[in-house]
């Protein structure tokens, strides 16, 4: 039976299966990318609610109250971040940041697709928090159909009066705009997505100053994920307890999380953070095909330090308890390997990918990244010695730290970490290539 | 011993060029008149008219196929910027052509997820059965986020998935012809992986359903 707290939840979240869908709730039906559809199922009750009943500290504290922590990889406290604005009428804009590009992660595709009104409603209820005039969305190029259903949705919003001048007769003011990037992983950086987005290439900046004190053009900025946004309308409804009542304490709601790689059935599940890691790869994801063995995965997308099928699968699925073995949540993309996949080939893609994105402002990244792939090229031609492997792992830690933003490290955790927990598996690749030309 | 030159930048420090890049006048560069309206109305979209630089140049490639000199040249005249700053910009990024490309793009994302499920072959079997057809623009690409369909390609901008090597020509046969591309694959059909709720029972309606 379901206690009254459980049933509550129930009826505000849907349970499918094993998921608890908030975010993809109604996502199978079409209709919800149109403004009617989203109409219909309750949309913009919520902000109509904020921007007519209640103060923006109330809504800043909410948020804050909620413990939702941001989406996009870092996991920082997004109601926190909002708070670090300046109060009082300066320029201040919002990024949203759908520049999604990490190997692994395809949910914000996924919650732009087939709910775009979600995350402008989100986008207008933080403004309002924030006291923000100004919101982008800085979309990657690729999404080309996902950038036609935002701009679609965008102009309804504005035809409601939900976005513009005088949004809802409130003396309010939200200009939302959706930029089209044009293919460059980096522009997932904040700061390198505020260079781009002010038109120019896109290279991090030196933080300090960080964008919420100054951001873009000059002015503070708050720069949040598609998912962090497109949950805040819910927790502005049924408020921050609600809120908390799903997931743990330190990892509070619901996640969408992407699985791919070796399972059977790969793609975006949304669930209660918590989850056993083992329920997320095998129960929903189907697991890897008949016969097959999971033999590392990376928790968190691409940049994340890979786990050991026995590291990994029995723990619970959270940022607590991924930074607690040593990796992390990330972007909530999950990669799957089973026992047929290389691990050094496998290390070598993933650098080939920092080694093409990297921006080359900082002479660490641009050049570790470039010998990492000639190393790892040369032990996958059987051209190293095991002591290559010490020379990998040090330009690794040379990296770590060493740039201004964390392009470099993400390649650095991943690859160090394959070296590491599979050196016997490297060094194979090399004894059989002796043994070949011996 | 012969005395060598000495590089005049040594012993007198360098000489700025007296030939600093220009703008473009509008009435030099023969902007066509939609291209040019189009970048004007992109300007005013954004607080710095700098930021439509990216979306300016979108609208060039569109125009032309690729950012011909002479497009970014009639895009700098219109933006009141100098050429060579949206040449920095076009040649950052991986969607934006500074040489000629064919008409019909196709990118095969070759990253972690589609390596593992056959992203590498996928690609091989399109430059396979594109041959040398100049109308082609085949490439492996990096993580498209599409993960869930890999392997998988991006065919005039549109996602496909997941792909066998022999679904190539299929889609490569469709694109000569103008007909519609692999429409079974299409990722804008594919429903959610963990399914749909049990139809909305009378007990649903007693809460909010937002």
């Known amino acids: 039976m379901m206690n009254p707290k459980e049933r509550e939840q129930s009826t505000r979240a849907e349970i499918v299966g094993r998921e608890t869908r908030m975010l993809l709730k109604h996502a199978e039906d079409p209709a919800l990318r149109t403004l009617a559809g989203y109409n219909g199922y309750g949309g913009y009750a919520t902000l109509e609610k904020a921007y007519r009943e209640l103060e923006p500290d109330e809504v800043l504290s909410e948020l804050e109250e909620s413990g939702l922590r941001g989406r996009g990889g870092a996991g920082f406290s997004m109601g926190k971040k909002a708070s670090f604005l300046p109060r009082g009428d300066v320029d201040k804009y919002l990024c949203c940041n759908a520049d999604e590009s990490e ?21 207008a209820i933080a403004s309002l928090a924030a006291g923000i005039g100004h919101a982008f969305i800085f979309i990657r190029g690729e999404y080309d159909s996902q950038a036609d259903i935002l701009d679609a949705a965008v102009a309804e919003a504005y035809e409601a ?25 980096i522009c997932g950086e904040e700061t390198a997505l505020l260079d781009a987005l002010e038109g120019k290439r896109g290279n991090p900046r030196l933080k300090p100053p960080f964008p919420a004190v100054q951001g873009l053009y000059g002015g503070p900025t708050l720069i949040n994920n598609v998912e962090t946004l497109s949950n805040v309308p819910h927790i502005v ?24 790689g070796c399972v059977q059935r790969p793609g975006n599940y949304e669930v209660e953070l918590g989850i056993s890691t083992r329920d997320l790869i095998y129960g929903l994801a189907g697991g890897p095909a008949e016969g097959r ?31 607690g073995a040593g990796s992390m949540l990330g972007s909530g993309s999950i990669v799957v390997a089973d026992d047929r996949v290389s691990i050094p080939h496998m290390a070598l893609r993933t650098a080939r990918f920092y080694h093409h994105e990297s921006c080359g402002k900082c002479t660490p990244c641009r050049e570790g990244t470039n010998w990492t792939v000639k190393m790892l090229e040369r032990v996958v031609r059987g051209e190293a010695t095991p002591m290559d492997l010490d020379i990998v792992a040090s330009v690794q830690e040379n990296i770590i730290g060493h740039c ?11 690859v160090g970490a394959m070296v590491r927990k599979f050196r016997d598996e490297f060094e194979a690749v090399i004894a059989e290539a002796e043994l070949v030309t011996a | 011993m012969a005395e060598l030159p000495v590089d005049q930048a040594l012993t007198e420090g360098r000489v700025p060029g007296r030939s600093q890049e220009e703008i473009p006048e509008l009435h030099e560069v023969g902007c066509p008149p939609e291209l040019r309206e189009r970048i004007e109305a992109l300007m005013g979209r954004y607080p710095d008219r700098k930021s439509a630089s990216i979306p300016a140049l979108w609208a060039v490639q569109r125009l032309y196929g690729w950012c011909t000199p002479e497009g970014i040249r ?30 019909h793009k196709v990118a095969v994302c070759t990253n972690i997820s589609c390596w593992m499920r056959g992203g590498d072959e996928l690609l091989d079997a399109f430059r396979e059965a594109a041959g040398d057809d100049e109308e082609f623009f085949v490439t492996g690409f990096e993580c498209l986020g599409a993960c869930d369909i890999a392997p998988m390609a991006s065919i005039d901008e549109r996602y496909f998935g997941p792909l066998e090597a ?45």
């Open chain 1, 237 to 260: 409804k049924n408020g921050a307890e609600w809120f908390k009542g799903f997931g743990t304490e330190q990892s509070p709601g619901t996640k969408v999380v992407s699985i791919s």
């Open chain 2, 74 to 103: 009639q895009a700098a005249a219109v933006m009141r910027v100098t050429p060579a700053y949206l040449e920095s910009v076009a040649s950052f990024y991986d969607l934006l052509h500074t040489e000629p490309v064919g008409t």
């Open chain 1, 161 to 185: 009066g939900y976005l513009g001048k005088d949004i809802l007769g409130t003396h309010r003011d939200l200009e939302l705009v959706v930029h089209r990037g044009a293919g460059a992983y």
């Open chain 2, 166 to 210: 022999a679904e190539a020509r299929t889609a490569i046969d469709q694109l000569r012809d103008g007909a519609e591309v692999l429409p079974e694959k299409a990722l804008e059909k594919r429903p959610l992986p963990g399914g749909n709720p049990p139809a909305a029972d009378a007990e649903a309606s007693e809460g909010d359903l937002r």
């Open chain 1, 293 to 323: 063995e999971v033999k590392a995965f990376y928790p968190g997308g691409s940049s994340s330090p890979v786990l050991k099928a026995d590291e990994g699968l029995d723990l619970p699925y959270s940022f607590e308890a991924m930074a």
């Open chain 1, 103 to 123: 190997p692994g992660a395809f949910k914000d595709r996924e919650l732009m697709q087939r709910n775009p009104h979600q995350l402008i409603e989100g986008i």
């Open chain 1, 404 to 414: 201004l933003c964390v392009l470099g490290d993400s390649m650095a955790m991943p």
